[in-house]
């Protein structure tokens, strides 16, 4: 069953084609990698589901529905979530406290939100860090406390932005085995520069080039 799907859609920018009459559909507990150069138009496919983008034609809609205007805090509540490719924690705040302002969009009282927040943060690997300021956090950690805020918010479709960047190869593999478990619960759509990461993770591939699809299939 087609989870996300997007249908002749293009975005114009002052006469620039960032992406150009795109159909894309995305399966129920799929794991989606979209790769292709800088400028390709990843970020705005996956922004137009995502509702960061709204498209200048076509449409987007999600389990059947549309929607196309649908703002990006509703898609959230619809379980649409997208980690960005620049962090976007509070790094005044600790980890538990980005974590807990993203659990309570679903969850009611302060014991559930705690919960929450601790399962979050022990599925990223940062339990230990969880009273420590986000801002204080090493650049491949922030990234990892923003995909806990993600999993608090208990997505039905994740969308991670270049999730790799500034982690150490150790770290990577780690990443890798987080977004199985993930996967397992969630359907997770990648953008990715690592193809070794795409390889290990994709069930299948996306790939664009000026602003088109130009390939798509299993990575075997």
Known sequence: MTLAGIAHASRHYDGL?????????????????????????KTTLVGMISGRVTPSSGQVTFKGEDITRLPSWSRV?????YTFQVTSIYRNLTCAENVA???????R???????????????????????????????GHQRLLEVAMALALEPKLLILDE??????????ASFCNLVR?????ASVLIIEHNLKVVLE?????TVMDQGRIIAEGSPV
Do not use: C, H, K
Not at 101 to 107: E, I, P, V
Not at 181 to 185: D, F, Q
């Open 77 to 81: 509540n619809l379980g649409i979530v």
């Open 163 to 172: 999730p790799t960047q500034g982690l150490a190869p150790s770290e990577i």
């Open 101 to 107: 302002l993203a659990a309570q969009r679903r969850q």
């Open 17 to 41: 084609t960032a992406v150009d009459d795109v159909s894309f559909a995305m399966a129920e507990g799929e794991v989606r990698a979209v790769i292709g150069p800088n400028g390709a138009g």
């Open 109 to 139: 009282g302060e014991r559930r939100i705690g919960v929450a927040v601790r399962a979050a943060l022990n599925r990223v690997g940062l339990s230990a860090d969880a009273e420590r300021l986000a801002g204080i956090l090493p650049y």
């Open 201 to 205: 993770l994709a069930e299948r591939i």
């Open 181 to 185: 478990g993930i996967a397992t619960s």
